[in-house]
Protein backbone atom coordinates (compact mmCIF):
# COMPACT_ATOMS: atom_id res chain seq x y z
CA UNK A 1 0.00 0.00 0.00
CA UNK A 2 1.44 3.63 -0.65
CA UNK A 3 2.60 4.57 2.29
CA UNK A 4 2.04 8.59 1.29
CA UNK A 5 -1.63 7.57 0.92
CA UNK A 6 -1.35 6.14 4.82
CA UNK A 7 0.05 9.59 5.88
CA UNK A 8 -3.20 11.50 5.04
CA UNK A 9 -5.23 10.05 7.48
CA UNK A 10 -2.41 9.68 9.90
CA UNK A 11 -2.50 13.01 10.28
CA UNK A 12 -6.25 13.44 10.28
CA UNK A 13 -6.66 11.06 12.85
CA UNK A 14 -4.06 13.07 15.11
CA UNK A 15 -5.73 16.11 15.04
CA UNK A 16 -8.94 13.96 16.30
CA UNK A 17 -7.63 12.44 18.86
CA UNK A 18 -5.76 14.71 20.29
CA UNK A 19 -8.33 16.71 22.59
CA UNK A 20 -10.17 13.41 23.60
CA UNK A 21 -7.87 11.28 25.19
CA UNK A 22 -8.26 12.44 29.19
CA UNK A 23 -11.29 11.04 31.02
CA UNK A 24 -10.59 13.13 33.84
CA UNK A 25 -12.54 10.35 36.12
CA UNK A 26 -12.21 10.22 40.17
CA UNK A 27 -11.06 6.45 39.56
CA UNK A 28 -7.72 7.84 38.72
CA UNK A 29 -7.03 8.74 42.26
CA UNK A 30 -6.65 4.63 42.95
CA UNK A 31 -4.72 4.00 39.44
CA UNK A 32 -4.87 4.04 35.93
CA UNK A 33 -4.89 1.04 33.14
CA UNK A 34 -5.17 2.18 29.65
CA UNK A 35 -7.00 -0.03 27.53
CA UNK A 36 -5.81 -0.36 23.12
CA UNK A 37 -8.39 -2.63 20.60
CA UNK A 38 -7.12 -4.36 17.64
CA UNK A 39 -6.47 -2.45 13.74
CA UNK A 40 -9.92 -0.85 12.73
CA UNK A 41 -11.23 0.00 16.07
CA UNK A 42 -13.92 -1.91 16.09
CA UNK A 43 -14.72 -2.06 20.04
CA UNK A 44 -13.73 -5.47 20.52
CA UNK A 45 -13.36 -5.10 24.61
CA UNK A 46 -13.98 -1.73 24.77
CA UNK A 47 -16.82 -1.80 27.27
CA UNK A 48 -16.28 -5.23 28.72
CA UNK A 49 -12.94 -4.65 29.86
CA UNK A 50 -13.38 -1.37 31.78
CA UNK A 51 -16.12 -3.92 33.27
CA UNK A 52 -14.77 -6.40 33.29
CA UNK A 53 -11.96 -4.82 35.63
CA UNK A 54 -14.12 -3.35 37.71
CA UNK A 55 -16.43 -6.55 38.57
CA UNK A 56 -12.94 -8.26 39.33
CA UNK A 57 -12.31 -5.53 41.81
CA UNK A 58 -9.78 -3.28 39.99
CA UNK A 59 -10.54 0.34 41.53
CA UNK A 60 -8.20 2.31 39.54
CA UNK A 61 -9.56 4.25 36.16
CA UNK A 62 -9.60 2.72 32.77
CA UNK A 63 -9.38 4.82 29.72
CA UNK A 64 -10.01 3.64 26.02
CA UNK A 65 -6.97 4.80 24.24
CA UNK A 66 -8.10 5.13 20.43
CA UNK A 67 -4.64 4.25 18.10
CA UNK A 68 -6.41 4.13 14.72
CA UNK A 69 -6.52 5.92 11.45
CA UNK A 70 -9.04 3.72 10.06
CA UNK A 71 -12.27 1.28 10.69
CA UNK A 72 -10.39 -0.77 8.03
CA UNK A 73 -8.10 -3.77 9.82
CA UNK A 74 -5.42 -4.66 7.09
CA UNK A 75 -5.04 -0.77 6.14
CA UNK A 76 -4.54 -0.02 10.14
CA UNK A 77 -1.94 -3.20 10.25
CA UNK A 78 0.06 -2.03 7.64
CA UNK A 79 0.28 1.83 8.39
CA UNK A 80 3.32 1.53 11.00
CA UNK A 81 4.18 5.08 10.79
CA UNK A 82 0.91 5.90 11.84
CA UNK A 83 0.78 3.66 14.62
CA UNK A 84 4.34 4.49 15.48
CA UNK A 85 2.60 8.18 15.98
CA UNK A 86 0.08 7.16 17.93
CA UNK A 87 2.28 5.27 20.12
CA UNK A 88 4.18 8.79 21.20
CA UNK A 89 1.11 10.16 21.97
CA UNK A 90 -0.08 7.44 24.46
CA UNK A 91 3.62 7.97 26.01
CA UNK A 92 2.59 10.86 26.58
CA UNK A 93 -0.41 9.89 28.13
CA UNK A 94 1.15 7.81 30.38
CA UNK A 95 3.89 10.36 31.38
CA UNK A 96 1.23 12.93 32.38
CA UNK A 97 -1.04 10.71 34.69
CA UNK A 98 2.95 9.08 36.08
CA UNK A 99 3.67 12.89 37.15
CA UNK A 100 0.39 13.58 38.32
CA UNK A 101 -0.02 10.42 40.53
CA UNK A 102 3.73 9.40 41.45
CA UNK A 103 2.45 6.86 43.84
CA UNK A 104 0.02 5.36 41.58
CA UNK A 105 0.36 2.00 39.53
CA UNK A 106 -0.38 1.95 35.20
CA UNK A 107 -1.20 -0.77 33.63
CA UNK A 108 -1.61 -1.65 29.97
CA UNK A 109 -4.40 -4.06 28.24
CA UNK A 110 -4.07 -4.50 24.60
CA UNK A 111 -5.65 -6.58 21.79
CA UNK A 112 -3.91 -7.80 18.58
CA UNK A 113 -2.07 -4.99 16.68
CA UNK A 114 -2.64 -2.87 19.41
CA UNK A 115 -0.38 -4.71 21.08
CA UNK A 116 2.15 -2.86 19.23
CA UNK A 117 1.22 0.66 19.45
CA UNK A 118 1.61 -0.29 22.98
CA UNK A 119 4.59 -1.65 23.10
CA UNK A 120 6.49 1.10 21.35
CA UNK A 121 4.53 3.39 23.75
CA UNK A 122 5.91 1.82 26.75
CA UNK A 123 9.44 1.24 25.15
CA UNK A 124 9.84 5.59 24.54
CA UNK A 125 8.67 6.18 28.81
CA UNK A 126 11.30 8.41 30.46
CA UNK A 127 13.50 6.75 32.44
CA UNK A 128 11.55 8.20 35.75
CA UNK A 129 8.38 6.56 34.36
CA UNK A 130 7.51 2.82 34.99
CA UNK A 131 4.23 0.82 33.84
CA UNK A 132 3.27 -1.69 36.11
CA UNK A 133 1.57 -4.70 34.32
CA UNK A 134 1.14 -5.26 30.55
CA UNK A 135 -0.77 -7.60 29.11
CA UNK A 136 -1.21 -8.54 25.22
CA UNK A 137 -4.35 -10.28 24.34
CA UNK A 138 -4.39 -12.18 20.62
CA UNK A 139 -0.77 -9.81 19.95
CA UNK A 140 0.10 -9.95 16.07
CA UNK A 141 3.39 -8.22 17.21
CA UNK A 142 6.45 -11.19 15.91
CA UNK A 143 6.97 -14.02 18.40
CA UNK A 144 10.62 -12.69 19.24
CA UNK A 145 10.21 -9.16 19.69
CA UNK A 146 12.80 -8.33 21.55
CA UNK A 147 11.18 -6.64 25.21
CA UNK A 148 14.41 -5.88 26.79
CA UNK A 149 13.48 -2.22 26.17
CA UNK A 150 9.98 -2.37 27.01
CA UNK A 151 10.53 -4.57 30.15
CA UNK A 152 13.42 -2.04 31.14
CA UNK A 153 10.26 0.55 31.77
CA UNK A 154 8.45 -1.79 33.59
CA UNK A 155 7.82 -2.68 37.28
CA UNK A 156 5.73 -5.70 37.03
CA UNK A 157 5.45 -8.27 34.22
CA UNK A 158 4.48 -9.12 30.00
CA UNK A 159 1.65 -11.77 30.55
CA UNK A 160 0.21 -12.86 27.17
CA UNK A 161 -2.65 -14.73 26.33
CA UNK A 162 -2.31 -16.99 22.72
CA UNK A 163 -3.76 -19.88 20.52
CA UNK A 164 -2.59 -21.31 17.96
CA UNK A 165 -6.14 -22.16 16.60
CA UNK A 166 -6.43 -17.73 16.26
CA UNK A 167 -7.62 -18.10 12.12
CA UNK A 168 -7.35 -13.68 12.18
CA UNK A 169 -3.13 -14.21 13.01
CA UNK A 170 -3.07 -17.53 11.03
CA UNK A 171 -3.37 -14.59 8.20
CA UNK A 172 -1.66 -12.21 9.64
CA UNK A 173 1.42 -14.52 8.84
CA UNK A 174 1.07 -13.68 5.20
CA UNK A 175 0.02 -10.08 5.45
CA UNK A 176 2.80 -9.65 7.75
CA UNK A 177 2.96 -8.38 11.98
CA UNK A 178 2.12 -5.05 13.19
CA UNK A 179 6.27 -4.65 13.37
CA UNK A 180 6.47 -5.61 9.36
CA UNK A 181 7.49 -9.67 9.45
CA UNK A 182 6.27 -11.59 7.17
CA UNK A 183 6.22 -15.78 7.27
CA UNK A 184 6.63 -15.71 10.93
CA UNK A 185 4.33 -16.88 14.10
CA UNK A 186 3.22 -13.57 15.92
CA UNK A 187 3.05 -13.98 20.30
CA UNK A 188 -0.94 -14.73 19.95
CA UNK A 189 -0.41 -17.92 18.37
CA UNK A 190 2.47 -19.27 20.42
CA UNK A 191 3.43 -16.90 22.86
CA UNK A 192 6.50 -14.48 23.57
CA UNK A 193 10.25 -15.80 23.58
CA UNK A 194 11.35 -13.89 26.49
CA UNK A 195 14.43 -12.01 26.39
CA UNK A 196 17.44 -13.85 27.86
CA UNK A 197 18.01 -13.46 31.68
CA UNK A 198 14.17 -12.28 31.68
CA UNK A 199 12.17 -15.29 31.58
CA UNK A 200 10.42 -15.24 34.88
CA UNK A 201 9.14 -11.25 33.76
CA UNK A 202 7.22 -13.29 30.88
CA UNK A 203 3.79 -15.34 31.19
CA UNK A 204 2.54 -17.07 28.38
CA UNK A 205 -0.69 -18.70 28.94
CA UNK A 206 -1.78 -20.62 26.19
CA UNK A 207 -5.10 -21.75 25.15
CA UNK A 208 -6.18 -25.31 25.62
CA UNK A 209 -9.77 -27.36 26.01
CA UNK A 210 -10.29 -26.93 29.43
CA UNK A 211 -13.61 -26.42 31.39
CA UNK A 212 -11.99 -23.76 32.87
CA UNK A 213 -11.37 -21.72 29.78
CA UNK A 214 -15.03 -22.20 28.32
CA UNK A 215 -16.17 -21.13 31.76
CA UNK A 216 -14.69 -17.65 30.68
CA UNK A 217 -15.62 -17.84 27.41
CA UNK A 218 -12.05 -18.30 25.96
CA UNK A 219 -12.73 -20.63 22.90
CA UNK A 220 -9.24 -19.85 21.00
CA UNK A 221 -10.43 -17.03 18.45
CA UNK A 222 -9.08 -14.23 18.38
CA UNK A 223 -11.48 -11.36 20.32
CA UNK A 224 -12.49 -14.22 23.23
CA UNK A 225 -9.91 -12.84 25.60
CA UNK A 226 -12.16 -9.32 26.13
CA UNK A 227 -15.22 -10.39 27.12
CA UNK A 228 -16.20 -9.77 30.42
CA UNK A 229 -16.51 -12.78 32.13
CA UNK A 230 -13.11 -13.34 31.37
CA UNK A 231 -11.77 -10.12 32.30
CA UNK A 232 -13.27 -10.07 35.45
CA UNK A 233 -11.73 -13.79 36.12
CA UNK A 234 -8.35 -13.81 34.89
CA UNK A 235 -7.23 -10.16 34.14
CA UNK A 236 -8.45 -8.24 36.99
CA UNK A 237 -6.47 -11.02 39.21
CA UNK A 238 -3.45 -10.12 37.01
CA UNK A 239 -3.77 -6.46 37.54
CA UNK A 240 -4.17 -6.08 41.08
CA UNK A 241 -2.13 -9.11 42.09
CA UNK A 242 -4.42 -11.61 43.24
CA UNK A 243 -2.53 -14.56 41.36
CA UNK A 244 0.43 -16.35 42.77
CA UNK A 245 1.74 -17.08 39.76
CA UNK A 246 4.96 -19.52 41.47
CA UNK A 247 2.48 -22.34 42.22
CA UNK A 248 0.43 -21.61 39.41
CA UNK A 249 3.68 -21.75 37.09
CA UNK A 250 4.98 -25.13 39.02
CA UNK A 251 1.86 -27.22 38.58
CA UNK A 252 0.65 -26.14 34.76
CA UNK A 253 3.50 -24.40 33.17
CA UNK A 254 4.97 -27.03 29.87
CA UNK A 255 7.11 -26.75 26.97
CA UNK A 256 5.79 -26.23 23.31
CA UNK A 257 7.24 -28.23 20.79
CA UNK A 258 4.99 -27.84 17.60
CA UNK A 259 6.32 -28.61 14.48
CA UNK A 260 7.78 -25.36 12.32
CA UNK A 261 4.92 -24.22 10.38
CA UNK A 262 5.32 -23.65 6.13
CA UNK A 263 4.70 -20.11 5.38
CA UNK A 264 2.05 -19.93 2.62
CA UNK A 265 4.41 -17.78 0.27
CA UNK A 266 7.30 -19.87 0.13
CA UNK A 267 6.25 -23.58 1.37
CA UNK A 268 9.74 -23.31 3.36
CA UNK A 269 9.86 -23.76 7.03
CA UNK A 270 9.13 -20.58 8.89
CA UNK A 271 11.49 -19.30 10.86
CA UNK A 272 13.45 -21.50 13.49
CA UNK A 273 12.49 -20.22 17.40
CA UNK A 274 12.54 -21.88 20.45
CA UNK A 275 10.29 -24.27 22.43
CA UNK A 276 8.07 -21.38 24.99
CA UNK A 277 7.26 -21.71 28.14
CA UNK A 278 3.14 -21.72 28.15
CA UNK A 279 1.02 -21.73 31.30
CA UNK A 280 -2.39 -23.18 30.79
CA UNK A 281 -5.23 -24.79 32.42
Not at 5 to 24: D, E, F, M, Q, R
Not at 230 to 240: C, D, M, S
Not at 253 to 258: H, K, M, T, V
Amino acid sequence: MNKAKLLVPTILAIGLHAGCASTGSSAERFGKTFYLDGAGNWGFGSSEVPLGLRQGGYRGDVEIFVWTMTLNPLADQLNVVGARLRAAELANRITAYARKYPQNQVNVVALSAGTGVATWAIENLPSSVKVNNFVLLGSSLSYDYDMRRTLSHMEGKIYTYHSEHDTVLQAVRVVGTIDQKRGVDSIGLCGLKPPPGLESRVVNTAWSRTARWRRLGWAGAHTDCTNQTFVRHEIAPRLIGAVKEDSRAASDERPQSRRPRLSRLSRQPLQSRQPITAVSH
